[in-house]
């Protein structure tokens, strides 16, 4: 079976996994009056995090889902707008932050355009029109699938959130995938925003983690943050070592998984009765099964049948997603298989 259902499916391997055993460990619940912990593997993760991503603090968290909830109500209070695209991962997976029992926060929204760039018209409009107290934006893109936001538009948005006076939060879960496709670095990407959350438990393979990042006093206070959502953790050095392993090896080769879903798509582009995305630019493909007959679950079903476990992902889409362990030959015999299950609507 060719399990193209996530990036979080990648395993460690030995060699990540050894760095645990000689990690250097401590309670990293205890901070000292500078508020760090005292597991030296979570401070150095958090140091190199904050390196790579040219901020001045990280801030480990045990998911991104946490990583985006502890940045979100640090910016935001019950009651405060937060500026979003609605097909974000926020608002329609994570959910947390726009929840009556929860975040409380508001949204105002704004579209994509054709291209999947943030369409500037439209978020000027709704800042314009509601008292917005962050903008956020998602890079790649989960949704869209894995579309990036160009260098020049994250400069545009900045510019434009400098004129409202609100500060921009990414949710790079993907930031590393973005990165590579746009010939850039996380850090110019980072450049743009006032904080950030990447994932190192997706492509980049570790088990488990993400990043937040940003100024000093906005970690120390997303550290608050964190602990009201459970999130500080002991020993977690256990986890930081295979994420410090993640961010040494395992970034050059995402280039891999672009090449591998580009790979697939250009084999798809006659399907009979679905199509491939337009434009694959980082390890994630969908197939939209719009009036081919079949419901997007059906389609995967069809596929698995077959060999290839893959999900619906949104509306009528399935998505594909390449990652470490997913071989160029596994990226042939999946498009053989999606040709299979075409062929036969
Ligand atoms: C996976 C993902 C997250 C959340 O990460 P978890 O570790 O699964 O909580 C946030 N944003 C995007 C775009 C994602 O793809």
Not at 164 to 187: C, I, Q, S, W
Not at 269 to 277: E, I, M
Request: include cysteine; hydrophobic fraction near 40%; charge should be neutral.
């Amino acid at each position: 079976m060719i399990d193209l259902r996530s990036d979080t499916l990648t395993l460690p391997d030995e060699a990540m996994l050894k760095t645990v055993l000689t990690a250097k460990l401590g309670d990293d619940g205890r901070l000292d009056a500078e508020g760090r912990g005292e597991d030296a593997t979570v401070n150095r993760l958090e140091d190199l995090a904050a390196e790579m991503t040219g901020k001045e603090a990280g801030l480990l968290c045990a998911s991104g889902s946490m990583g985006n909830q502890a940045a979100v109500l640090t910016w935001c209070r019950p009651g405060d707008v937060v500026l979003i695209n609605e097909r974000q991962h926020l608002d329609r997976s994570e959910k947390t932050a726009f929840d009556p029992r929860f975040g409380q926060l508001k949204k105002a929204t704004y579209r994509h355009d054709a291209t999947e760039q943030p369409d500037l018209a439209s978020m000027e409009e709704a800042l314009k029109n509601n008292p917005v107290k962050l903008l956020y934006v998602e890079n790649s893109h989960n949704y869209s699938g894995g579309m990036c936001i160009t260098l020049e538009r994250m400069a545009a948005i900045r510019e434009l959130a400098d004129r409202y006076k609100v500060p921009v939060h990414m949710d790079g879960a993907r930031l590393f995938n973005a990165a590579e496709y746009l010939g850039t670095t996380v850090k110019e990407l980072a450049k743009y925003v006032d904080s950030l959350m990447f994932c190192v438990s997706k492509g980049l393979g570790a088990p488990v983690g993400s990043l937040v990042c940003g100024t000093k006093a906005f970690i120390k206070e997303a550290k608050e943050t964190r602990k009201y959502l459970g999130g500080a953790m002991r020993q977690a050095g256990i986890i930081a070592a295979p994420a410090i392993y993640a961010l040494e090896h395992n970034v050059a080769r995402l280039k891999e998984d672009r090449e591998n879903a580009q790979l697939c798509a250009s084999l798809l582009k006659d399907l009979k009765k679905t199509r491939v995305q337009p434009v694959v630019q980082t390890n994630i493909m969908m197939v939209d099964t719009a009036g081919s007959g079949v419901t997007p679950a059906e389609f995967c079903d069809r596929a698995k049948a077959k060999g290839l476990f893959i999900r619906p992902i949104i509306g009528t889409w399935v998505r594909l997603v390449f990652y470490k362990g997913i071989t160029r030959d596994d990226a042939v015999k999946a498009a053989e298989i999606i040709r299979a299950v075409d062929a036969e609507l």
